[in-house]
């Protein structure tokens, strides 16, 4: 079975800082790791995806994330955030069998941009 | 731009009324989902499709039903709606790829019910 845990339900940042958000995985196989973003009353979006090619994954929005087998984390990281970064975010892992993946999203992270 | 449609975005209702939330996608994904959304909770997957006549219960046990009649078209039904049922519903699909285990979820942009 796999899971997500997500640390930190609530992040700020000043706008400029730096943003991380962490995630760390538990899967008994390689798994795929997704970041999703979702801003108020949308749906979800994907920021980027690891699919066992480069660890360093960048994505939409100047996010990158980089996959550390070791540490099993997949954390999101922004050089300098801006006040649009503003939003929920949720961690994914998929685990696949016989062409179904299962995903098991984490509890989320909003992230607030203070001015 | 969104290539998956759930309709209505907003629904109030009272209690023991019947609900359709309807969810429609045009990039030919054989594989679709649905996902029940409470503040501060992971997403539960409540249904999934493989394909046309393919359905299957998710994790989280709901009492809706929902159909595939036609690769574009997952509607989810409530036969008798409650308070209980008060909730975010999103819909999503994904695309067979080669590798199992792979392949993004497309969202709708979700359909908020609210059970009076």
């Known amino acids: 079975a796999q899971s997500v845990t997500q640390l930190g339900s609530h992040v700020s940042v000043s706008e400029g800082a730096l943003v991380l958000l962490r995630c760390n995985y538990s899967s008994s196989v390689p798994p795929y790791l997704f970041w999703y973003v979702q801003y108020p009353n949308q749906g979800l979006q994907l920021l980027l995806k690891y699919t066992s090619a480069a660890t360093l994954v960048k994505g939409i929005n100047g996010f990158e994330a980089e996959f550390k087998k070791s540490e099993t984390s997949f954390h999101l990281t922004k050089p300098s955030a801006h006040m649009s970064d503003a939003a929920e975010y949720f961690c994914?892992?998929?685990?696949?069998?016989?062409?179904?993946?299962?995903?098991?999203f984490g509890i989320g992270t909003k992230l607030q941009v203070i001015p | 731009e969104a290539d998956i449609y759930q309709t209505p975005r907003y629904l109030v209702i009272g209690t023991g009324k019947k609900i359709t939330l309807e969810c429609s996608q045009t990039m030919g994904h054989d594989k679709m989902y649905w996902y029940q959304q409470d503040p501060g909770m992971e997403l539960h997957l409540i249904h999934y499709?493989?394909?046309?006549?393919?359905?299957e219960k998710g994790d989280l046990s709901s009492e809706s039903t929902v159909s595939r009649i036609r690769t574009e078209h997952f509607p989810l039904t409530l036969e008798s709606a409650r308070p209980s049922h008060t909730s975010q519903y999103l819909c999503a699909s994904s695309e067979t790829t080669g590798g199992a285990g792979s392949g993004e979820l497309f969202f709708g942009e979700g359909s908020r019910l609210t059970v009076l």
């Open positions: 994914a892992v998929s685990v696949g069998s016989g062409g179904y993946q299962k995903v098991t």
């Open positions: 499709s493989y394909g046309v006549n393919s359905t």
